[in-house]
């Protein structure tokens, strides 16, 4: 099997994130089973990593983050677009916003349809509620009540929620009692998050800390991931850099990626697995011929309407609301409440801008606030925010290497905005929120538009906005696609086609993108792989 100096585990998981806590839970439950998880960071220990509102200081923060970058986008004005993703225990679910969403249900039923099988939204929908504990729903049959993921309601939402919400019912649109609860999720509402007790639930609080003292579950810190070991077509072990020492796990039974879209599908390429003459010109032996590895590439895109206002009811810093701050920052460190347990993204909704659409294209997410300025973790002043996402974008990009090296970051080309219909609906996603702000119900917060500004009021200019200002809201996937074709890396059971011993299990095998935030979708994916992994029958489909 290897040296006598290799350590060997029957499961190897690479990657701490959302998917790999779920896994490194549920395939350590046998006793006669033994797991590690290998995470890049280091321990979740940092202290903002509990505090909600704490989400903007940590987004980008760099020694927590991998510090990715795009090369440039045509589609954004040439500009390099961040793209944060957590390199700490936990990954993206210590560093993220920490919504509650699932997606649309038929983004699941897509799934299926493209041969998928066992992958619809009723076949789905049980993985999803084992993991949720969810405080509001608990007698909801599309809920959870017992599971390890706390999901709550925002505990004491900011006052302009309200308006916000006023605001679009006076404009027609239809509030929606429980985004994760129907068949339809449209309309405006109040959002649910991971949070527990005024702090972060991650996955590590949720699936990791109640288990940590399990004897037959490892977890290294501060370990690279930099290959997947091969003997003939079958995965055998990782190779891991530790602080400069090269070491080799073996692994008995199976190794499971789960490094996220863009760890994952690096460490194929970097193990040989992909494409065989692009991995040669790079210096790289190929060891599987698998063309779609790094393919596929998507992600959601937003642009913001941002309004400035003197109104201290917005979260913000200022002299005029000091007292209440200080206030909030008692009530936190004494209680776990108010200001500093909120993601601060508190409200959205689903709407689609044109007609002739199954499911709502643009997702909209409410925040009382203005966006910091980057490197400051809470905005300076007051002022609130529409941040419409784009859903479904046509647009699809690449990941490759830019070396053999493992601790260089892999050139990322999402072609963002490359496809010309999808600036179209973000263009009609900024007419709606300036309606929103233009309602009676925000009359009383005398705002000013800082953007896109009223200089940018006819159809190219809000367009050329867009182009130089939209971000990526971090939810990248499918670049180890699932399905059955040539454009596909892994099968419906996760395993890496051609392979033995090998599977991803994370946001890179998702065959599109959902409507709306990952997370809870990679929980839900990470469930499912466990139970294919330990050979267990899936769950009954749930009666829908």
Request: aromatic share 6%.
């Amino acid at each position: 099997m290897g040296s006598g100096d290799d350590e060997v585990f029957d499961f190897l998981i690479a990657g701490s994130g959302t998917a790999g806590c779920v896994l490194a839970n549920r395939l350590s439950a046998g006793r006669d089973v033994s797991v590690c998880m290998i995470e890049a960071g280091p321990p979740d220990s940092n202290p903002l990593i509990q505090i909600p509102a704490a989400v903007a200081a940590l987004i980008n923060h760099k020694t927590l983050g991998w510090g990715y970058k795009t090369v440039p986008q045509a589609g954004m004005a040439g500009r390099e677009i961040p793209i944060p993703r957590g390199r700490v225990l936990g990954g993206c679910s210590s560093t993220n916003g920490m919504v509650y969403y699932r997606g649309h249900p038929r983004d699941y039923d897509d799934w299926a349809a493209a041969g998928n099988s066992g992958w619809s939204f009723r076949e789905v929908l049980p993985y999803f509620t084992r993991s949720e504990e969810n405080l509001r729903f608990q007698d909801a049959p599309w809920h959870g009540a017992d599971g390890p993921m706390r999901v709550t309601d925002i505990e004491q939402p900011n006052p302009l929620n309200a308006a916000f919400l006023e605001a679009t019912e006076s404009l027609g649109y239809p509030r929606c009692p429980d985004f994760n609860g129907t068949l339809e999720p449209e309309g405006f509402n109040l959002r649910q998050a991971n949070i527990r007790d005024g702090r972060r639930e991650s996955g590590v609080t949720a699936f990791i800390n109640p288990i940590r003292r399990r004897p037959n579950l490892r977890i290294l810190t501060r370990a690279l991931v930099t290959r997947v070991l091969l003997e003939d077509k079958r995965a055998v072990g990782l190779e891991i850099n530790v602080e400069g020492t090269v070491r080799r796990l073996r692994a008995r039974r199976e190794v499971i990626l789960a490094g996220g879209t863009i760890g994952s599908a690096q460490i194929l390429l970097l193990s040989g697995i992909g494409p065989g003459r692009e991995l040669s010109e790079l210096g790289i032996l190929p060891r599987h011929e698998s063309p779609a590895v790094g393919g596929n590439y998507q992600d959601h895109v937003a642009v913001g309407v941002i309004n400035r206002t003197d109104n201290t009811d917005s979260y913000g810093v200022s002299l005029k609301a000091l007292p209440k701050d200080v206030l909030s920052v008692f009530n936190y460190l004494l209680f776990r409440r108010g200001t500093l347990s909120s993601n601060v993204f508190e409200s959205m909704g689903f709407l689609r801008t044109c007609e002739g659409l199954d499911r709502p294209d643009i997702q909209f997410v409410f925040q009382p606030a203005m966006r910091p300025k980057p490197g400051l973790p809470v905005p300076i002043g007051h002022g609130y925010a529409m941040n419409p996402v784009l859903l479904y974008p046509a647009s699809r990009g690449r990941l490759t290497l830019a070396s053999p090296d493992p601790h260089v970051a892999p050139l990322i080309d999402p072609r963002l905005l490359a496809e010309p219909g999808d600036i179209e609906p973000l263009y009609r996603s900024i007419l709606i929120s300036r309606r929103v702000f233009q309602a009676p119900a925000f009359a009383r917060y005398q705002a000013e538009e800082l953007l896109p500004g009223p200089a940018r009021q006819d159809e190219n200019a809000i367009k050329e906005y867009i182009r130089e200002y939209a971000v990526t809201v971090h939810h990248p996937v499918s670049t180890c696609r699932m399905g059955r074709g040539a454009d596909s890396v892994v099968d419906p059971e996760l395993r890496v086609h051609g392979l033995q011993g090998l599977r991803v299990a994370d946001a890179s095998v998702f065959p599109g993108l959902i409507g709306g935030n990952t997370n809870a979708a990679v929980v839900m994916v990470a469930e499912k792989a466990a139970d294919m992994i330990l050979g267990k029958s899936p769950l009954p489909a749930a009666e829908i």
